[in-house]
């Protein structure tokens, strides 16, 4: 598999076609699909008279000219069901597309299908969808890790070279770490959220999946930027990417809060985290300790945020306006209606933070959670202030273990929720996070180094993720599943 940018280099050129890149990559999930599960539609016929139109105009200079990208399904697609995998959507089809799915259009891109992830993107391993979990291609008995599971798996299997995801706790960095690719969360702000089906709006962010940051900055190029369809969209100018990636960090600060990673992370995982902040301090970046005091307040902050903002959000699926309504008995009236279709169209996950988040928000315990909960998260965006006075980007691991097995923590929610303990600080702030492969465990499965940056400084972040894949090949290692499927390492 190549990389987007290379791709799309190669069909400019008349080396190859958006056609011909259709196809392979429509034949790569024919073939993965029945083991990998990554996605809930694909939209072939779709896609490839996309392609026959893109090839008929000519050598277009778009940036992801003829490139074929999945979306996750809890982004509008006109006219393409869009499910959030949640039965409460059956039926539903949007009647427009989220901005950043007109975004890659217009720069070019394919929009291959729609992937698939936790129910309304509540979990950390796709196994609360309720069209079944995706598989992790380094080992389909694994999670790709979630909510975004099935982009990251299908770019980790080569099936396509990019995907989006949404990002409210970790859903894009978690599963890339776990699929060991690149995953990316912008500033709070940076990518519209017009189109996503919200889960928690303070939180919620969209961001690429790819196998290198090149790529992942050059759709974060396409999709970033002010929206007017989005109230929380930022006017903030967007970063110069064809001059951000300089290969250059010398002098670069890095912050490393050694006292928030103690406890609970694997060996392997603080094995490959020290020699990732090697490498980059090889090139001359400097490694500085800090503190943030807060961030083992993370998740339960986030858990009592999230909650209450989804319980709000999902308080639209009432059977009326959108998907499923359920058949209704002799006697029931409006209410029953209500009740029926929410209790049938939505799954355990969901129904269980509807329930925390209305009682953390209820008249009595208002004060004593959500207040408290929004007073720490401004104490934990001081800490990451006050490091920004002395460093440039804070890093740590993305995840404290590989991959888990799938059923492994599915009978213990806060398990299953302790998994986001490096990822969620980052939502809390709104400060821009990315991961990148920096490594394998002793079993062979990829782990996660995640950096994050000051607000609206990808470009710094960008950089030092790019120039530790210069020196590294972690990105370059591919599946045994995919070479099965026909996916090669990219050039
Ligand atoms: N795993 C976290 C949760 O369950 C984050 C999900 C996300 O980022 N969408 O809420």
């Not at 400019?12 to 011909?20: I, L, M, Q, S, Y």
């Not at 759709?219 to 369809?229: L, P, R, T």
């Not at 967007?238 to 670069?252: E, I, K």
Request: charged share 20%; with cysteine; proline share 6%.
């Amino acid at each position: 598999m190549m990389t987007a940018r290379s791709l799309a280099r190669d069909i400019k050129d008349g080396k190859t076609t958006a056609r011909a890149a259709v196809e392979q990559a429509l034949d790569r999930i024919k073939k993965a699909e029945p083991k990998l599960s990554a996605f809930n539609t694909v939209i072939a016929e779709r896609a490839l008279d996309r392609a026959a139109s893109l090839d008929a105009a000519g050598r277009a200079s778009a940036p992801l000219h003829g490139v074929p990208i999945a979306i996750k399904d809890n982004m509008c697609t006109k006219d393409v069901p869009t499910t959030a995998s949640s039965k409460i959507l059956t039926g539903f089809i949007p009647p427009y597309d989220a901005t950043v799915v007109e975004r890659l259009e217009r720069a070019g891109a394919i929009i291959i299908g729609k992937t698939n992830l936790d129910e309304f993107a509540m979990g950390s391993s796709t196994e609360n969808s309720a069209l079944g979990p995706s598989k992790n291609p380094w080992d389909v008995t694994r999670t790709p890790g979630g909510s975004s599971g099935g982009s990251a798996a299908a770019v980790a299997a080569r099936l396509v070279p990019l995907a989006l995801g949404s990002d409210t706790g970790g859903s894009i960095r978690q599963p890339a770490g776990l699929c060991g690719i690149v995953g990316f969360k912008p500033t709070y702000g940076r990518v519209s959220r017009y189109g996503l089906l919200a889960f928690a709006s303070s939180l919620d962010q969209i961001g690429p999946f790819a196998t290198t940051v090149e790529d992942a900055a050059l759709v974060f190029s396409v999709i970033g930027g002010f929206d007017a369809h989005d109230s929380t969209s930022s006017p903030e100018a967007m970063p110069d990417l064809n001059t951000a990636l300089s290969g250059d960090v010398n002098g670069l600060r890095i912050g490393v809060p050694r006292a928030f990673l103690g406890e609970g992370v694997d060996a392997d995982i603080l094995t490959a985290f020290e020699s990732a902040l090697a490498t980059l301090a090889a090139r001359g970046a400097k490694l500085i300790d800090i503190e943030l005091p807060h961030a083992p307040y993370g998740i339960p902050v986030y858990y009592l945020i999230c909650t209450a903002e989804a319980s709000s959000n999902l308080a639209r699926y009432d059977g009326v306006r959108y998907g499923l309504r359920a058949k209704l008995e002799k006697d029931d009236g409006l209410l029953q209606m209500y009740e029926r279709t929410r209790d049938q169209g939505f799954g355990a996950e969901v129904k269980r933070r509807i329930m925390l988040g209305t009682y953390v928000l209820s008249a009595g315990y208002y004060d004593a959670y959500y207040l408290k909960a929004q007073q720490v998260r401004t104490l934990l965006l001081q800490d990451y202030q006050t490091a920004f006075e002395r460093v440039d980007v804070v890093a740590t691991p993305t995840t404290p273990t590989p991959a888990f097995k799938l059923g492994e923590k599915t009978s213990d929610p806060v398990q299953m929720y302790l998994n986001d303990i490096f990822t969620v600080s980052a939502n809390l702030t709104g400060l821009p996070s990315i991961s990148v492969p920096c490594g394998f465990s002793s079993s062979r499965l990829p782990i996660g180094f995640q950096l994050t940056g000051r607000p609206f400084d990808e470009a710094t972040l960008l950089r030092a993720a790019d120039a530790f894949q210069r020196d590294t090949k972690f990105h370059t290692e591919v599946p045994p599943f995919a070479e099965a499927t026909g996916g090669k390492p990219h050039a």
